[in-house]
């Protein structure tokens, strides 16, 4: 970790010091993991006046399942306490619009920061780390902007910038990896049988694996960036050094105790 600044923000959720942004900024629909519709802007039914959940520990039991796979990776108590100085949306209602319009692009930013502190811990990527301490140190300033310039941000050219450096990150890593490497980038594997799957170092980028049967499968080092896990069975499998795997992917999956992880990141409680 030598590589990375120590002054970069959290970048997991603190939602003691945050306004409950997720529950408020952010529009759900009513599906299975939502139990019903809510708008952007407006706060969801189950927010107490203390900003808590009324519901956090049922929420998988009341229809909510979508609340548990989220992360904000750090944004929302970097926009209440940074961005808007620790002045509540409630006390304050003059800065509600502007709040809640910051929020999402602090998320994006926080996730690119992630993805980069990742990839400067990884030796095989030594070659880009010069490139990726510049894209780090940007981002990070973007992180300590104020509502109106993230407003301005083309985040989303920022975003690009930054996965050609992820891209080469993971070829040079996955290059090192003995034998030929499955590519299913962007492939629909949902609900596949890769039960016991060999994959290590493969190209699972923005991959469909919704309920895939993952179970016993070796992903070391496998390229998991935007992989959708909802519902995929873990059970078993090899995630260490899997490369840009976060914790709402493991959040959205099933898994067990056997499941090995980065150290990083966390068996999520449903987990069994």
């Keep these: 970790m030598d590589d990375v600044p120590t002054r970069l923000p959290l970048l997991q959720a603190d939602c003691a010091n945050c306004f409950a942004l997720c529950c408020v900024a952010l529009p759900f629909a009513k599906s299975n993991d939502f139990a019903v519709n809510k708008p952007a802007g407006t706060p969801c039914k189950n927010l107490r006046e203390d900003f808590r959940c009324g519901i956090h520990t049922r929420l998988r039991d009341t229809g909510f399942q979508g609340c548990t796979v989220f992360d904000c990776f750090g944004a929302g108590q970097q926009v209440s306490q940074v961005t808007f100085g620790g002045r509540d949306w409630r006390a304050h209602p003059e800065t509600r619009a502007e709040m809640f319009d910051a929020f999402p692009v602090m998320r994006q930013l926080h996730e690119l920061l992630f993805y980069v502190a990742e990839a400067l811990t990884l030796p095989d990527a030594a070659p880009l780390h ?97 992989a959708d896990f909802r519902d995929a069975n873990l059970r078993g499998a090899d995630l260490r050094n899997a490369l840009f795997l976060t914790q709402p992917q493991l959040n959205a999956a099933q898994g067990n105790p056997k499941t090995q992880i980065p150290p990083s990141l966390s068996h999520p409680a449903h987990w069994s």
Aim: net charge positive; charged share 30%; hydrophobic share 45%.
């Design 130 to 226: 010069a490139r990726l301490r510049d894209a780090l140190a940007e981002t990070e300033q973007w992180t300590r902007a104020d509502a109106p310039s993230l407003a301005d941000l083309d985040v989303g050219a920022l975003r690009q910038q930054i996965n050609t450096l992820l891209l080469k990150t993971s070829e040079l890593v996955r290059a090192k990896v003995p034998g030929r490497k499955k590519n299913h980038r962007g492939a629909d594997l949902m609900g596949a049988r890769l039960s016991g799957a060999d994959l290590r170092g493969a190209n699972l980028r923005g991959a469909y694996l919704i309920a895939a049967d993952l179970s016993r499968a070796d992903l070391r080092t496998a390229d998991l960036i935007g």
